[in-house]
């Protein structure tokens, strides 16, 4: 046992040695530096930890501590073992994770929701306070099962695929009796996070969109364009609980939308209802697949 647990300890030494030289270098390779030593040190620890447990993982804790201080605890030498764990179930090492950004991630025990937020940093460049902060809001917890087997199944995905329910609208000023008008106020006020909680590939055209149905005119609460699905989106707020006008109205808006305003090249415009309470009976029974409807909760 001797042997063989001081032989692996010599190149955890090795490895740390380097890299704490490395990082004495100002590089703008030294996180992905950083990443490649933790991920063979946790190879190491994990073939030691295997066999003789927790008491081994201490010494070298101990010993690392006094060559190169104290930040080589026992902690991080278990977190650099299961970031390592991890990485063999997600493997990627993309250049846009650093180290901290794994390290947000060691709490979850979900590996499918790992993968999410790993697939959320590399298509959109979120830092590692970003991350935090969709973790923090239960980002992934708020995708319909649908949408979760689809990204384990890895299949193609929609634009209502990662619409959040419930929507999270921030209410800075925690007003108490919210109107529709109110509600908008609050979504414009912070416009591009609300369409982050919609999804990827967002772009505002419009509140309060004028359209003449007839001789009446309407106004759409929020007209928007998805650049990835190249399809309007169109909005309708709601305070109170669905109901089926609700989706005859928006249905009348998103017909009205692909006849006067989309070009040639777009596709069908899809509808999103924000409601105060969802009703999955008139979504069911509603004959156009392309209206959805999500609760909102301020925040």
Known sequence: MKNETEAIYNQIENKILNHEIYQNVKDYSKAKEKMKTYLEVGELISSVDTKYGKSIIKEYSNRLITKFGKKYSVSLLYKIKQFYSIIQKVPTMSGKLTWSHWYEMLSIDDINKIKYY?????????????????????????LN??????????????????????????????????????????????ITSFMKELG???SF???E??????????YVDLLLYNIKFKCYVVIELKVTKLNSNHTGQIQNYMN????????????KTVGIIICKQNNKFVIDYCSDDRIIAREYELV
């Open 118 to 142: 790993v697939y959320q940093c590399e298509i959109n460049n979120i830092d590692v306070r970003g991350l935090r902060n969709i973790i923090k809001a239960n980002e992934y917890e708020r």
């Open 145 to 190: 099962e649908e949408t979760k087997l689809k990204l384990i199944n890895k299949e193609e995905n929609n634009v209502a695929d990662f619409v959040k329910n419930p929507i999270l609208i921030k209410n800075s000023y925690n007003y108490e009796n919210i109107s529709e008008k109110l509600l908008q106020k609050l979504i414009l006020e912070d």
């Open 200 to 202: 990827q590939g967002f």
């Open 205 to 207: 055209i419009d509140n």
């Open 209 to 218: 969109f004028k359209i003449k149905v007839g001789d009446i005119y309407n």
């Open 256 to 267: 009205y939308i692909d006849k006067n305003v989309k070009g040639l090249d777009d596709n």
